[in-house]
């Protein structure tokens, strides 16, 4: 038997941050056009299209790469247009608030006039151009793309911002109304 004492485990921890507030986190450079993908708290993330960008939010509109559901609010885009490798479908209905901090990378990006195109089409405003993909309009909850609008929303809306994120306070009616 040796005479050496036996030593305990010491962790030992170099070049710790302190804490950062949601605040202080640097924003990414965001500008319309550009195709993010949005992270929510928990679960795959979002491919997105901004539309808008304000300080610490971005307004923008849900995007996959489901070419058969497009609806007559949607745009099919072509690779060789996002820069992203797959055909790009752009939910002009599907449109949310998001927080700059839930952006982790971006893929693509469109021409900013294409941009409000898009969001004129997704208003239904534009019925006539055709180089942006048309699909039909959905008439009734039993055509099978119902479904899928309705869970790409769901998804859209595991990352939007929250009312308190974007410093919006809801005040209650007071005064006077009375039943």
């Known amino acids: 038997m040796s005479n050496e004492i036996p030593r305990r485990l010491v962790k030992v921890v ?6 950062v507030a949601p605040q202080e986190l640097p924003r990414p450079e965001v500008d319309v056009g550009q195709i993010w993908i949005a992270a929510p708290d928990e679960g795959t993330g979002v491919l997105v299209l901004i539309t808008d960008v304000s300080d610490d939010h971005v307004q923008a509109l849900m995007c996959s790469s489901e070419g058969d559901i497009a609806t007559e609010t949607d745009a099919e885009l072509a690779p060789r247009i996002t820069g992203c490798p797959y055909r790009l479908l752009v939910h002009g209905d599907l449109a949310e ?59 859209l809306r595991t990352v939007k911002a929250r009312t308190s994120e974007l410093g919006l306070k809801i005040s209650t009616l007071s005064g006077g109304l009375r039943p």
């Open 97 to 155: 608030s998001i927080m700059r901090t839930r952006l982790v990378g971006c893929p693509g990006r469109i021409d900013p006039a294409l941009v409000h195109r898009i969001v004129v089409r997704g208003r239904g405003m534009d019925f006539n151009s055709r180089d942006l993909g048309r699909g039909t309009p959905i008439v009734s909850e039993s055509d099978p793309r119902w479904n899928t609008k309705t869970e790409r929303l769901r998804q």
């Open 14 to 19: 170099d070049n710790v941050a302190p804490p």
